[in-house]
């Protein structure tokens, strides 16, 4: 999945309709952090978690605990 970079104008748009109105001067910061992580949750879709079971399924109670080194 691809994904088009966030722009000032567009990051002051998404928080004004938000409810968070930003000041001129932080539009390009959250431009910014948006792409960031835009790119992260990118690379964890390509992740390949195969049959491992979602954390609700995980219970700490039953793990066994080996000293051995």
Known sequence: MSSVAVTP?????????AGFPL????????????????SVVAVLRELDFGETPPAPAYRAEQEMHDAAV
């Open 9 to 17: 104008p567009e990051a002051a748009r998404w928080a004004a309709r």
């Open 23 to 38: 000041p001129a001067d932080r539009h390009a910061g959250v431009a910014a952090t948006a792409n960031h992580i835009q």
